[in-house]
């Protein structure tokens, strides 16, 4: 049994084989056809080698970045604590210990507001 060739097929075979450039175009049957031009894909240059001193700099910022980061994130979570009520004063509340004071407080804070609005 014989498979017919699509014309689509029969282009991309042509192309493939030509690597591009100049290429004629067929008909179903294979004959024939009118010149035009396939462009023709360039290779992508490699990376040049990162050196060790520019990954070195590149750490380094990367590494001040995180610092800032962390520090603004510590100074928001001191200004939380300073709204939050602690159980004592004897130590600071942890991170998580803040975050979970905080969700308690706002629900007690909703839960007043609820009472209010039913009196």
Known sequence: MKKEL???????????????????KGTEDGLGGEKFTVPVRRRQRLPKPITKDIQKKRRIAANARERKRMESLN????????????????????????????QTYIQAL???????DNS
Not at 6 to 24: E, K, T
Not at 90 to 98: A, G, H, I, N, P
Not at 110 to 116: E, F, G, S, V
């Open 110 to 116: 909703q839960d007043l507001l609820d009472k209010d």
């Open 6 to 24: 699509r014309f689509s097929h029969w282009l991309f075979a042509v192309i493939s084989l030509s690597g591009g450039g100049h290429v004629y």
């Open 75 to 102: 100074v928001a979570f001191d200004k939380l604590r300073t709204v939050v009520p602690s159980i004592g004063d004897d130590r600071q509340l942890s991170k998580y210990e803040t975050l979970q004071m905080a």
